[in-house]
Nanobody, 124 residues
């Protein structure tokens, strides 16, 4: 069974930094896109905001609100994705979720997988 496990969340003051990591485990053939989403308190799952995503070839894109402050990276050999968050603001407070498009077998399609989420709280 494929699992995504996030780590690195916590409490930080505004202007500070945090680094989130997501490790993928289980049996699968390949990972396509990997991404980080966030869900603010009071928001529904459907309202999760895309923070950043990265393709298997390393192409990245970011939400306008985090451009220049956050950096997404991945290690294809280790099947991990990271999110370096600098200059954090109170409005970045949310539960951050790792997301990945994974193919279980070489001939199968892509399935969406989510981690359990990690809380990031930025105090003013």
């Amino acid at each position: 069974q494929v699992q995504l496990v996030e780590s690195g969340g916590g409490l930080v003051q505004a202007g500070g930094s945090l680094r989130l990591s997501c490790a993928t485990s289980g049996r699968f053939s390949s990972i396509n896109r990997m991404a980080w989403y966030r869900q603010a308190t009071g928001k529904q799952r459907e309202e999760r905001e895309l923070v950043a995503r990265i393709t298997s070839s390393g192409y990245t894109n970011y939400a306008d609100s985090v451009k220049g402050r956050f950096t997404i990276s991945r290690d294809n050999a280790q099947n991990t994705v990271n999110l370096q968050m600098n200059e954090l603001k109170p409005e970045d407070t949310a539960v951050y979720y790792c997301n990945a498009e994974i193919s279980l077998r070489a001939w199968s399609g892509l399935n969406d997988y989510w981690g359990q989420g990690t809380q990031v709280t930025v105090s003013s």
